[in-house]
């Protein structure tokens, strides 16, 4: 075997630990978007302090990842793809971070609704929570696969996600008009229903930064700059 061949493969390999770390992540931020809502509808305080705890994990898994996608650059200096890919990895990885902080913010709403009779049902704000897990999913799926399609499918599905919010938001405006009473854990409520939108929002960076990556379009805010 020739060295070229042998450093090939370990260049793979860590391409590889780089996705796998990703992908990890995006589990940890998924399952602690899943901890919060069922905090909320279970209202469980205990869990939403342990997921507040959990954000640790992701503050320090964003840092891993960030010292070895810097490291490989800095070792390897790849051009064109692999260097497309390992950029993006390091803008990804503050999106799940930044996902794994609004978490947080979604249990300290639930911890300041548990500790107040429980305004109304809870169905639509698990539903949009749902949605908006799928398409964190689905946006690193894409990334790991390199799916331009399915990253598209991640941007077509925002307007869904949204319009949930605008239905969320008003339904708790009423509730807020009908008895003053009720704002303050509207209110609440109101805040939870954004930080999910704002979740989906890093997802659609996520599958942004995806199909620039394959093939080296921008099309963050509606540009389309070719890459080379």
């Known amino acids: 075997m020739n060295t070229r061949q042998h450093s090939s493969r370990e260049f793979e ?59 490989i650059l800095a070792l390897r200096q790849p051009v064109g793809s692999d260097l497309r890919f390992l950029a993006t990895a390091l803008k990804i990885v503050t999106d799940l971070e930044r996902m794994g902080d609004v978490t947080v913010n979604i249990c300290e709403r639930v911890l300041e ?3 107040e009779p429980q305004l109304k049902p ?9 949605r908006v897990s799928a398409i964190v999913r689905a946006s690193l799926d894409a990334y790991v696969a390199g799916d331009v399609e399915k990253a ?16 969320i938001f008003r339904e708790l405006v009423s509730f807020m008009v009908e008895d003053p009473r009720t704002i303050t854990r509207a209110m609440r409520l109101i805040f939870i229903a954004k930080y999910l939108e704002r979740i989906s929002d890093h997802a659609t960076n996520i599958a942004e930064q995806v199909i620039f990556m394959v093939k080296g379009s921008d099309v963050r805010h509606g540009a389309s700059i070719k890459g080379s």
């Open 152 to 167: 598209h499918d991640v941007l077509a599905s925002e307007q869904a996600i949204d319009d949930l919010n605008v239905q």
């Open 13 to 71: 390999a860590e391409l590889q630990s780089v996705k796998n770390a990703l992908l990890a992540m995006g589990g940890r931020a998924e399952k602690s978007l899943g901890d919060a809502i069922r905090a909320l509808v279970d209202r469980d305080s205990e869990l939403a302090e342990r997921t507040i705890a959990a954000d640790t994990e992701m503050d320090r898994s964003e840092m891993e990842i960030d010292e070895l996608t810097l490291r």
């Open 113 to 115: 609704l548990n500790k």
């Open 122 to 130: 809870y169905i639509d704000l698990p539903r949009m929570a749902g």
